[in-house]
């Protein structure tokens, strides 16, 4: 395209939405060579935009930076040490603490001091599973200050969940604290990492452990070390320059199959990403507070509890508790009162459950939410009813955005830091600037307006998107790239409308959404098929009212296996607990004749997801036998009753 026609395009935009896009599409790299001027590098990028090896596009490759300068020590250089960084509130501990940058600045310096005193050094991974304390973000920040590469591993996941990652990401320390404290429990962290790495191939050398005063931690002397001893006596360390394209974290994500995905995230894209999301998408001031309600083990945890808000000199904070009893559904305006918060970010899941305790909302109404901007709503569809809902008790703009782990900031969003845009319910609103949204088919032709299909990326991918899986390329190109050739294929369903706002219907793969959480139900399939009695089993995601969906797992029993169904639905409970977690939320197992399936053999999962939520469907043609269908409605309606 002419520099000409960029420009009449540009005239014609009539929005300043339209303009921003119109910039990011038609010249990526000038608009993100401007974006990139925005962040403190070491020596700047002299190349925008370029190929790597595999022929996937790298940005600002020969630019060298740390990110944990830009997020503390670049605020504290510019006389802004004194302002809040963090902010940790703890229902479930009755405690609060702040940190300015300046204190924060110190704090990570000698965690990455201590790591570096055992030997971890640039290029090295540290595997980080913690609950939502300070020591988390600081773990974090350390990894990023020494060049090492973090893989935070959510806390609600089972010691042979954590020890996949171990063998995949062969981490040299592991951090970790002695225990995650939920509603009404303490559950101890360090057996669960003991056991991952017992069973794991790969053993890390040193394992630090935060030990918190509900719980204290056996340390083994060969190979454990206690977090504040050796803090201090650790020496600071300095920020060491990485280049732009240096891997800055990995973050397992849930695929379709039982090995989880190690999406990489490089340092330079992402902190421009960071950046320009904080203003464009988010409409952050400098100096305001961000609140992400979500958790350090999720991307959104990675994103906007930690790197952007403080990247963009924001008081962030980092909440160890609950929407809903910690103490009461009144928790998250206490918050927002208490710290003057100006954006919300949190799932759906979260305000449902508020809704559900609180439906009209008189605890709200005890708390002044006049400092508090906008809500943002992420991890799945924010539904009509809980935008109606939340709009109308806090009387605040209410946002839905997609995105996803890989991605590791929005695709689309109303961008209100650019222009606002009239809300529509069950849209995320419009392409981001520097993405392009399309819809597909399955042979890749781009679909009209309305129609649904396959939501695609066109290449390039802004900065900050993964540019690979960990150790796996082969998987990145076959499971995001080669589908549809110039394409990023999310795995995601859903369509533009005439007004090119995007509507994301659910995923057409093997993914779930469990209270925000994202799981297998390929994963949940091969452990449920593992039980001895089990022949064959398909698990699918249906609608819960709160969580938005729950796994349901129906199984066919081997001939002459000899077990109650009532006892095979308890072993099946309690292994998929025990080999993903209680945070898959596993409990309901049906045993039935056969499954519905084609002539070619495939099992019609989307037919027993409509089923089983009551939704009309059309019997497929390619049906082997249509009575297994009556079967299993049969078999949930007795369920039921
Ligand atoms: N460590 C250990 N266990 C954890 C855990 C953690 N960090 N997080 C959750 N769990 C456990 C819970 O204790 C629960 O165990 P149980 O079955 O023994 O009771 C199980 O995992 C399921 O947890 P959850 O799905 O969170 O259910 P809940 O009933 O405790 O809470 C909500 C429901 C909706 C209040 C809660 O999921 C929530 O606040 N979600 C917000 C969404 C969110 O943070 N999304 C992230 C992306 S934005
Ligand atoms: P995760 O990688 O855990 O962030 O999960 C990403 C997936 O969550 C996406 O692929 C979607 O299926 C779903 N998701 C996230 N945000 C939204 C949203 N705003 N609307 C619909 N689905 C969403």
């Known amino acids: 395209m002419t520099s000409q026609t960029i420009e009449q395009g540009l005239i014609n935009a009539t929005s300043a939405y339209e303009k921003e896009y119109g910039l990011a599409k038609n010249d990526p790299t000038l608009f993100w060579g401007e974006q990139a001027e925005k962040v403190d590098w070491f020596e700047p990028p002299k190349t925008i935009l370029q190929n790597d090896e595999h022929g996937i596009e790298r940005w600002f490759p020969d630019g060298v930076l740390n990110t944990c300068w830009l997020a503390l020590d ?3 250089e510019n006389g802004r040490g ?3 960084a963090l902010i940790y509130d703890s229902p479930v501990t009755e405690t609060k603490r702040s940190y300015s940058y300046e204190e924060l600045c110190e704090q990570v310096s000698k965690v990455a001091g201590m790591l570096a005193e055992r030997g971890v050094a640039k290029g090295d991974r540290v595997v980080i599973y913690m609950p939502m304390i300070p020591e988390a973000a600081m773990a974090m920040l350390a990894c990023a200050r020494i060049g090492a590469i973090h893989s935070v591993v959510f806390g609600g996941f089972a010691p042979s969940e954590l020890a996949v990652r171990i063998e995949d990401a062969e981490p040299k320390a592991i951090i970790t604290a002695s225990c995650g404290i939920e509603i009404n429990k303490i559950l101890p962290y360090k057996p669960l990492v003991d056991k991952a790495i017992m069973d794991s191939r790969w053993k890390p050398e040193t394992v630090v452990v935060v030990q918190r005063e509900q719980c204290i931690a056996e340390l083994n002397p060969d190979r454990d070390i206690d977090w504040h001893t050796h803090i201090a006596k650790a020496q600071p360390h300095a920020c060491v320059p990485v280049l732009s394209t240096d891997p800055l974290y990995i973050l397992y994500t849930s695929g379709t199959t039982g090995k989880p995905k190690g999406v990489v995230r490089d340092n330079g894209g992402h902190a421009v990403a960071m950046k320009y999301s904080m203003g464009a998408i988010y409409d952050m001031p400098q100096d305001g507070v961000f609140w992400a309600a979500s958790d350090v083990g999720w991307v959104v945890g990675h994103s906007y509890i930690v790197y952007g808000p403080l990247i963009h000199g924001c008081t962030s904070i980092l909440y160890e508790g609950k929407p809903v009893r910690t103490p009461d559904s009144g928790a998250f305006w206490r918050v927002c009162e208490e710290y003057k918060v100006d954006v919300l970010f949190s799932a759906p899941t979260a305000f449902r459950a508020i809704k559900k305790e ?5 605890l709200l109404a005890q708390y002044d939410l006049s400092n508090l901007k906008t809500i943002y709503m992420a991890g799945e569809r924010l539904d009509p009813p809980t935008l109606d809902w939340v709009t109308s008790k806090t009387d605040k703009p209410v946002i839905d955005h997609w995105w996803q782990t890989e991605t590791g900031w929005a695709i689309a969003s109303n961008p209100l830091g650019i222009e606002k845009m009239a809300v529509k319910a069950g849209s995320s609103t419009k392409p981001v600037p520097g993405y392009q949204v399309e819809v597909l088919n399955e042979i890749g032709d781009t679909l009209p307006p309305n129609q649904q299909g396959f939501v695609a990326l066109k290449r390039p991918l802004p900065p900050g ?8 390329h082969d998987r990145f190109e076959s499971g995001y790239l080669s589908q549809c050739p110039g394409y990023y294929v999310s795995g995601d369903g859903g369509y533009l409308d005439d007004d090119g706002y995007l509507f994301i219907m659910g ?9 925000g959480h994202r799981l297998s139900t390929g994963e949940m399939e091969e452990i449920v098929g593992g039980h001895p009695a089990v022949a064959e089993c398909a698990v699918v995601g249906i609608h819960d009212d709160l969580k938005g969906q729950l796994p349901l797992g129906l199984v066919v029993l081997k001939d002459g296996a000899k077990v109650s169904d009532g006892e095979l639905k308890d072993e099946l409970v309690g292994k998929v607990r025990n080999e993903i977690g209680a945070v898959a939320c596993f409990k309901q197992a049906l045993v039935v004749d056969r499954l519905p399936k084609t002539r070619s053999g495939k099992i019609l999962r989307r037919v027993i997801r409509q089923i089983a939520d009551g939704e009309q469907y059309t019997v497929p043609s390619t049906i082997d ?7 299993i409605e049969q078999a949930l309606t007795e369920s039921e009753s």
């Open 507 to 515: 995923r057409i793969d093997d993914v779930i959404n469990v209270a």
């Open 82 to 84: 004194d302002q809040t």
């Open 625 to 631: 036998d249509p009575g297994s269908l009556q079967e």
């Open 465 to 472: 998107c993964l540019p690979t899986v960990w150790r796996n």
């Open 74 to 76: 670049h605020h504290c």
């Open 358 to 362: 609180d439906s009209d909302a008189q």
